[in-house]
């Protein structure tokens, strides 16, 4: 579908309504002809004369309520396409990265830019990955009403661009999406009836098969919710989505025996949802990490990536188990092996990762923070010349990014780890790589951020190992000032930067003695 112009759209109501002129421009080809027949049944009434012509101004009074409402209607519509496009220019040019080679790796990082004139097709695919990117965002932040207005929106969006609802594989797949979001949420009977429509429109379409099998289990599950327990136990009531709304209210504690109980509950199913199962399972890895348990954090992570590896493929030749998780759970993985210090197993997990990115054309920010995590395991292993190569892989990716990026803060937060790590070995890049940050989250945030905040932490560090006393102050001072600002419930990070700058100011009070002196 071409773009339309609202102005147009408005002028032909104003102009046409009355024949539907702005329906058939925007392709509402069946109420732009119910309009219009409406219209010329009215004229026919009133030509006709006499006693038929006393019914003509019956419809005349739903024409015209029907073309005030086309005003609203208009006026959403065009709503709709420009907060979506608004969106969608910001995350093509974040996404824009034309080659990054990711040597010494094997691995080849692609991310390309749409040409300026992308297809319909082209554009829905794009909504869809923005709105997932922004769901998975909104729930990890606790906020799960921004993922049903995300997905809702894709919903709208892609109805006013479909054409044929039937015969559209992003309009199925946004009913999926808005299902799914709604079913974790626990909002289950609107659940139910996006799945229900999301089943229907993708049955056709072979590639939508996993989304829709699982669809299908959560809508099996709604209808007979009273689960058995595996050890049979008697009846126990699960609900949907009860330990995942527990996790975001950071009731671990609790959430941890109900998620175990669902693992257990989809493993002894006969017909195993393999997607669901392994979404479990990294759900289960984030619970023992916040309950400090690293044994059930491994475990987890290991039977989710043996379920990719073993589990039959799809048509596609692809795992059923999506590689996002996959990807996530070897960076929880590799970042286990990295706390106990096993930099090879750490090596390992983050290159896989890195592959699987590779092969996805995954986001700049997700790429650079795995190059991140493998600069600081390979200076930890003390191979300085390849963390010195990973930093600047990552440093080359930023630079690709221009000035639109799909996670300020992430990005900051590499710059400022490679100026902490340019401390000690490169102290000429710190002041231009911490500036970068700094520009980065004032343009973002006008420079209200905890990224900010470390970012002058670690400028403070340097100050004061180049013996820059007052300068070292400054800038703990500009730190404690956004700490306090941006997170001030960390209490012990606030009082830590305090003492810090206790002891800056002594030592800036004796430097300022000397000089007198």
């Not at 959430?255 to 693992?263: D, N, T």
């Not at 200076?379 to 080359?396: C, H, N, Q, S, V």
């Amino acid at each position: 579908m071409g773009e339309k112009q609202a102005r147009l759209a408005y002028g032909l109501l104003i102009g046409a309504g009355w024949a539907g002129a702005h329906r058939f421009y925007l392709q509402r080809y069946a109420s732009a002809a119910a309009q219009l027949l409406l219209t010329l049944l009215m004229v026919a009434l009133w030509s006709w004369g006499g006693r038929w012509a006393s019914y003509a101004p019956y419809l005349l009074g739903p024409i015209l309520l029907w073309l005030g409402h086309d005003g609203f209607w208009l006026y959403d519509y065009f709503r709709v396409e420009e907060e979506m496009d608004t969106q969608l220019a910001g995350f093509v040019d974040s996404g824009r990265a034309p080659l990054v080679r990711a040597a010494p790796l094997a691995a080849t990082v692609k991310d390309e830019a749409p040409s300026p004139e992308e297809t319909d097709t082209q554009k829905k695919a794009r909504a869809i990955k923005l709105t997932k990117k922004q769901i998975a965002q909104t729930l990890h932040d606790n906020h799960p009403k921004g993922a049903h207005t995300a997905a809702e929106r894709l919903v709208q969006y892609l109805q006013q661009r479909s054409r044929r609802p039937q015969h559209d594989p992003h309009l199925a797949e946004a009913y999926l999406l808005h299902g799914m979001v709604l079913y974790q949420t626990q909002y289950l009977e609107a659940a139910r009836k996006k799945l229900q429509m999301g089943v229907h429109l993708a049955a056709p379409f072979a590639h939508l098969s996993v989304q829709t099998q699982q669809a299908q289990g959560w809508l099996d599950r709604l209808r007979n919710p009273q689960l058995q327990s595996p050890a049979g136990a008697g009846a126990v009531q699960v609900e949907p989505g009860q330990y995942e709304a527990l996790m975001r209210a950071g009731d671990w504690q609790r959430a941890a025996p109900l998620c175990a109980q669902i693992i257990a509950m989809r493993q002894s199913a006969k017909a195993v949802d393999v997607s669901d199962l392994a979404e479990h399972h990294l759900n289960a890895m984030e619970i023992a990490h916040r309950l400090g348990d690293p044994g059930q954090v491994q475990a987890h992570g290991v039977q989710l990536l043996q379920l990719a590896s073993q589990s039959a493929r799809t048509p596609a030749g692809q795992s059923p188990v999506p590689e996002l998780l996959q990807r996530q759970a070897m960076e929880k993985l590799g970042d286990l092996a990295y706390a106990r210090g096993d930099t090879a197993g750490a090596s390992q997990y983050y290159r896989d990762a890195l592959a699987l990115l590779a092969r996805n054309a995954g986001s700049g920010a997700q790429i650079c923070g795995v190059l991140q995590r493998l600069a600081l395991n390979a200076e930890r292993a003390g191979d300085i010349p390849g963390a010195l190569d990973y930093w600047r892989i990552a440093y080359e990716h930023i630079a690709t990014m221009g000035d639109v990026m799909e996670d300020n803060e992430a990005v900051s937060d590499v710059l400022t780890r490679y100026a902490a790590f340019s401390v000690r070995h490169q102290p000429a890049k710190v002041k231009p790589l911490i500036e970068q940050s700094l520009r980065i989250q004032h343009r973002a945030y006008r420079g209200y951020s905890l990224a900010a905040a470390r970012a002058y932490e670690v400028f403070a560090g340097f100050m004061a190992e180049v013996g820059q006393p007052a300068a070292h102050l400054a800038h703990l001072q500009k730190a404690l000032l956004l700490y306090q600002v941006c997170d001030p419930d960390n209490i012990s990070q606030i009082a830590a930067m305090k003492e810090s700058i206790v002891a800056a100011q002594a030592v800036a009070q004796a430097a300022a003695g000397e000089v007198r002196a």
